[in-house]
């Protein structure tokens, strides 16, 4: 079957490093997405694997292993503002469509 | 990216009634898409037009009737819904569907915030 999981929450603290954990399990891998959504607001687009490895993007960085079906997205130097809703998504390859995680809430205490 | 407007963003609505949401993108997109989030459950897609043409229907209930007229517009028409279709709406849009080389990412609408009574 197709499935993705990710934590439902996690707290951390302002200034610190939290990684963001998603595990799938899909037919076909062609692609992974995370996107960040603040409440009541629409998702935005943080970053694309399609191969393995680390790709960074300033506070931000995500990593894939298609080995192992996994990812994590790294956000480093916590601040308030990055509260908000991480998604995991996956682009199946027998459709092209995304399937997606239920999302992390992430809550940053000062 | 904020090239994805939706309207209306709040709706309230009864079971009888009938509405439109209204997605325009100004990204010069081919593709769009319908989804539909419920608190703490992943997006469920719902309809997928590429070059305006549906490619994708997940098995969403007739009361829920899309409308492409064009590759910058989409339409989602509401009729008779139920409370359990209370929901975010969210639209989107890619450059491409399929590609896999990264044109396929989407960017999300405001979403339309629907209340059935």
């Known amino acids: 079957g197709q499935n993705i999981d990710q934590p439902t929450e996690m707290t951390a603290t302002e200034g610190a490093i939290v990684q963001i954990n998603c595990t799938y399990q899909?037919?076909?891998?062609?692609?992974l997405f995370w996107y960040q959504q603040h409440a009541g607001e629409a998702p935005t687009f943080l970053s694309y694997n399609v191969l393995d490895g680390l790709e960074e993007k300033g506070r931000f960085s995500s990593f894939l292993s298609r080995s192992k079906g996994y990812s994590y997205l790294l956000l480093k130097e916590l601040q308030m503002k990055d509260s908000a809703s991480y998604l995991c998504a996956v682009k199946d390859k027998s459709n092209y469509q995304l399937i997606w995680g239920a999302g992390t809430k992430l809550i940053i205490k000062p | 990216e904020t090239g994805v407007t939706q309207t209306p963003r709040h709706l309230v609505m009864g079971m009888t009634n009938k509405k439109s949401l209204k997605c325009e993108q100004h990204l010069g997109h081919n593709a769009m898409y319908w989804y539909k989030q419920s608190a703490k459950k992943p997006l469920e897609l719902m309809f997928v037009y590429n070059f305006k043409e549906q490619t994708e229907n997940n098995s969403v209930p007739s009361r829920f009737s899309p409308e492409c007229p064009n590759s910058s517009h989409l339409f989602l028409h509401l009729h008779t819904l139920q409370p359990e279709d209370s929901a975010l709406y969210l639209c989107a849009s890619s450059q491409d569907r399929t590609s896999g080389s990264g044109l396929e990412t989407q960017y999300f609408g405001p979403g339309t915030r629907l209340l059935v009574l």
């Open positions: 899909t037919s076909g891998f062609n692609g």
